[in-house]
């Protein structure tokens, strides 16, 4: 965050929805009170909890207690998944992106639905057309690599999907997260993204403040700094962010 990161990135992976484990609610509780609270909607020190989970409704309100401020769950696991609020709970029911995005809200936190790359964008259209703004997402995440693991390729064939909701949603905060860095990062913001997850290219680089004033540039220069606010967020691997607190 010193390096002029204005969110923070935290990958949360269960095991099941992704082969990967990482951490949850407890971890999220011990780093928050080293980044202050964000004072506004899109405020620096926003935690951005991208839940990469088989399960995403039961985890809400622990991750709303451990200080997360916009909870983002995957498309592919809400259409799958049960009703139940809590891992100790168990529901016959089944759970939807709308329902779960109405339960985000509902518990303080700002919603975005996330998308995998084989998944098609026009899935997306329905939610973003709801007439129930409580219903709608804050946010949406593409995915530029396949979700659980880092330092992967950029996928540029998933920039049409960017370009097709923001044609559509001019004033959509668009995420892209997976292989971003400077030489990716043109291609991101010519598509329509303004909010950049970037780990590797910021993590592996010798000046990272350097890396992120790039990167958050060429976002600007598209978009106009009057536009839809830049968010820059500096993402962090699990073994990273331990090691650093």
Same mark, same amino acid.
Do not use: S
């Given at each position: 965050m010193d390096?002029?990161?204005d969110w923070l990135h935290v990958d949360v992976m269960d095991g099941h929805f992704v082969p990967n484990m990482t951490f949850g609610a407890p971890?999220?509780?011990?780093?928050? %009170?080293?980044? @202050?609270? %964000?004072?506004?909607?899109?405020?620096?020190g926003t935690f951005d909890c991208h839940m990469m989970v088989a399960e995403p409704k039961i985890w809400v309100k622990e991750l709303a207690k451990a200080g997360c401020d916009l909870y983002c769950f995957h498309y592919e696991a809400a259409i799958s998944s049960t009703a139940a609020e809590s891992a100790t709970e168990t529901s016959s029911e089944k759970t939807n992106p !709308?329902?779960?995005?109405r339960?985000? #809200?509902? /518990?303080?936190?700002?919603?975005?639905?996330a998308i995998k790359p084989d998944t098609p964008v026009n899935v997306l259209w329905d939610i973003l057309e709801n007439s129930n703004r409580e219903e709608v997402p804050d946010m949406v995440l593409v995915m530029t690599v396949h979700p659980g693991f880092g330092g992967q390729k950029f996928m540029a064939s998933e920039l049409p999907k960017v370009t097709a909701i923001r044609d559509r949603y001019p004033d959509m905060n668009i995420e892209v997260d *997976?292989?971003? *860095? %400077? *030489?990716?990062?043109d291609q991101a913001a010519d598509a329509g993204a303004n909010v950049i997850v970037a780990g590797s290219?910021?993590? *592996?680089s010798k000046n990272p403040a350097e890396v992120i004033h790039k990167l958050r540039?060429?976002? /600007?220069?598209?978009?106009? !700094? /009057? @536009?839809?606010?830049? /968010?820059?967020? #500096? !993402?962090?691997? #699990?073994?990273?962010?331990t090691n650093r607190l």
């Open positions: 390096n002029g990161a971890v999220v509780t011990c780093i928050r %009170p080293f980044v @202050d609270r %964000p004072k506004t909607a899109w405020g620096r !709308k329902e779960l995005i339960y985000i #809200h509902k /518990n303080k936190m700002q919603a975005g639905i *997976g292989g971003l *860095g %400077p *030489g990716t990062i290219a910021v993590f *592996g540039e060429a976002v /600007n220069t598209r978009r106009g !700094k /009057n @536009d839809l606010e830049t /968010n820059l967020q #500096h !993402k962090r691997t #699990h073994l990273k962010l």
